[in-house]
């Protein structure tokens, strides 16, 4: 239980220091005074809210909570603070901790339950719950849950398979054809790798041929100096190898140079164009000739693909319908646990509304098109009629009665419940039928409880009443007579009448 809760500065709050017991806490006041506010700052603490609060800190005793991350034993204290400043940080018993560890660390400690949330009878809300409620009770159902979500995650990837295998199938002809026809078009160019660059050199040799033929004419004239030169270095008494080197080096380069220009005159100069203008227009689709074969050898794989798509439709179709099999066996396992698990759900909720001046609810499972989650919807009915024919008081006590049987088994006794205005807008019967309710589950359970209604306010154990005056809010617990008082001013106003005061004090006597 919240033994003690400390605020500084939130909104209108400049400091709240407030101690609590165990049992049913009440909190009133006037519209607009920061109840909801206040609520708030509490259920920021743990995680269920945003943090706005310069500083909060709040004490739990008895929590019946173990956890060996945080090294909290069972008998242990937990504190848990949050610091605002440039950025919100949050620690538990001096632990820094993240606002997702608080929120998992809180779940089996704390549930709020607020009115404006229709989505508790919602089917996958309360498939969850029964899947929470029989783990807790036999561990051969996480097991053959974690069996079914592989198996079913296994049939929906070879199912994904298998669909577009139909589909190509469907235009197999057509991807065949286009296969083919991309595949002879490169082989009918039959490029090789760097055949692209030697190309262009022989382009770039054939334009010069003409005038590198002509300088070769012009320069062999040194050739007829070759013994004067020699000559002249022998009277000087120089060595002339050096000359007679260079000479040979020229000659035999313009030898060489002469031989590829015949080999030239013997290549087809229109097929080597055009051998380069189909190169070319590989390179510009593809990148890069290199691109261009690897893709008619992807284009291949694909063509041998489609030859064996039979075969590979035949495999796969062998595996969904085993996995078919499978995961309906699997699913209709869930569905025995599950049954059990609603019959106990069951059993709780028409517990609790027979102080609600309810009976008769139904829970039960209907089967559906099989999903991740099996093949059970929920169904929830009240009186033999489904929900959407019964009245708003009605709706709201029942779903009180859902809550407060699945917070039995979400939270461990000890537990901490919160309540945003629970008794909104009910009649005085259903008000004193939800007093009775939660004066009841108080016994086991710490409730914190926003309240317009002088039923449920007169059951509380703790009345700590909100006030706001020159734009400041405060609070502070109510002694009896004060919250007499303050009963009577919810039932008559801020005149009070003696007829509301004597009925506010027999009503809290009553209690």
């Known amino acids: 239980m919240i033994s003690r809760f400390?605020?500084?500065?939130?909104?209108?709050?400049?400091?709240?220091?407030?101690?609590?017991?165990?049992?049913?806490?009440?909190?009133?006041?006037?519209?607009?005074?920061?109840?909801?506010i206040?609520?708030?700052?509490?259920?920021?603490?743990?995680?269920?809210?945003?943090?706005k609060a310069n500083i909060s800190e709040t004490t739990i005793e008895n929590s019946s909570v173990n956890s060996e991350e945080f090294g909290i034993e069972e008998d242990d204290d937990i504190v848990i603070k949050e610091i605002k400043k440039d950025k919100v940080r949050y620690f538990l018993n001096s632990q820094t901790i993240s606002k997702k560890a608080l929120t998992t660390f809180s779940s089996s400690l704390v549930k709020h339950l607020h009115l404006k949330d229709n989505s508790d009878f919602d089917s996958v809300r309360l498939v969850n719950f029964l899947d929470k409620l029989t783990a807790s009770k036999d561990e051969k159902f996480i097991v053959l849950k974690k069996e079914y979500e592989e198996n079913f995650a296994e049939l929906s990837s070879i199912s994904a398979q298998l669909k577009k295998i139909n589909d190509d199938e469907s235009k197999l002809e057509e991807l065949k054809e286009f296969a083919?026809?991309?595949?002879?078009?490169?082989?009918?160019?039959?490029p090789k790798i760097d055949e692209y660059e030697e190309l262009n050199e022989i382009k770039k040799r054939l334009a010069k041929?003409?005038?590198?033929?002509?300088?070769?004419?012009?320069?062999?004239?040194?050739?007829?100096?070759?013994?004067?030169?020699?000559?002249?270095?022998?009277?000087m008494d120089k060595d002339?190898?050096?000359?007679?080197?260079?000479?040979?080096?020229?000659?035999?380069?313009?030898?060489?140079f002469n031989d590829s220009l015949y080999e030239l005159e013997e290549l087809d100069i229109e097929s080597v164009l055009d051998r380069i203008e189909k190169l070319s227009a590989l390179q510009k689709r593809f990148g890069s000739i290199k691109e261009a074969?690897?893709?008619?050898?992807?284009?291949?794989?694909?063509?041998?693909?489609?030859?064996?798509?039979?075969?590979?439709k035949s495999i796969l179709e062998k595996k969904v319908k085993l996995l078919n099999q499978k995961v309906e066996e699997?699913?209709?396992?869930?569905?025995?646990?599950?049954?059990?698990?609603?019959?106990?759900?069951?059993?709780?909720?028409?517990?609790?509304?027979?102080?609600?001046?309810?009976?008769?609810?139904?829970?039960?499972?209907?089967?559906?098109?099989?999903?991740?989650?099996?093949?059970?919807?929920?169904?929830?009915?009240?009186?033999?009629?489904?929900?959407?024919?019964?009245?708003?008081?009605?709706?709201?006590?029942?779903?009180?009665?859902?809550?407060?049987?699945?917070?039995k088994f979400e939270i461990s006794n000890n537990g901490i419940l919160f309540l945003d205005e629970?008794?909104?807008?009910?009649?005085?019967?259903?008000?004193?039928?939800?007093?009775?309710?939660?004066?009841?589950?108080?016994?086991?359970?710490?409730?914190?409880?926003?309240?317009?209604?002088?039923?449920l306010t007169a059951a509380a154990k703790q009345h700590f009443f909100v006030d706001k005056q020159n734009g400041a809010s405060s609070v502070k617990i109510l002694d009896e007579k004060g919250r007499i008082e303050e009963i009577s001013r919810m039932i008559s106003g801020e005149n009070i009448t003696k007829e509301a005061y004597e009925f506010a004090k027999n009503l809290v006597d009553s209690k």
């Open 240 to 256: 002339s190898s050096f000359f007679d080197e260079t000479i040979n080096e020229l000659e035999n380069i313009f030898e060489n």
């Open 180 to 190: 083919k026809y991309e595949i002879e078009k490169i082989e009918s160019i039959n």
């Open 209 to 235: 041929k003409d005038k590198i033929e002509e300088a070769i004419v012009m320069a062999k004239g040194i050739f007829d100096f070759r013994v004067s030169v020699s000559k002249a270095l022998d009277i």
């Open 422 to 455: 629970i008794d909104a807008n009910l009649s005085g019967k259903e008000s004193d039928a939800i007093a009775t309710v939660l004066k009841e589950l108080s016994n086991s359970y710490q409730i914190f409880a926003i309240s317009h209604q002088p039923q």
């Open 293 to 312: 074969i690897e893709y008619k050898e992807q284009k291949q794989k694909e063509l041998d693909s489609y030859d064996n798509i039979s075969f590979e």
């Open 6 to 36: 400390y605020l500084e500065d939130y909104l209108s709050f400049k400091k709240v220091d407030l101690e609590f017991e165990k049992g049913l806490i009440v909190f009133t006041g006037p519209s607009g005074a920061g109840k909801s």
């Open 38 to 51: 206040l609520m708030d700052a509490f259920l920021a603490l743990f995680g269920i809210k945003e943090a």
């Open 330 to 407: 699997l699913a209709e396992d869930l569905s025995s646990y599950r049954k059990k698990s609603a019959t106990i759900l069951e059993e709780n909720v028409n517990y609790y509304l027979k102080y609600l001046y309810l009976s008769n609810a139904k829970i039960y499972l209907e089967n559906k098109q099989i999903d991740s989650m099996g093949k059970d919807e929920v169904i929830l009915e009240l009186n033999g009629v489904n929900l959407e024919t019964i009245s708003s008081g009605e709706f709201n006590r029942l779903r009180l009665a859902l809550l407060t049987s699945m917070s």
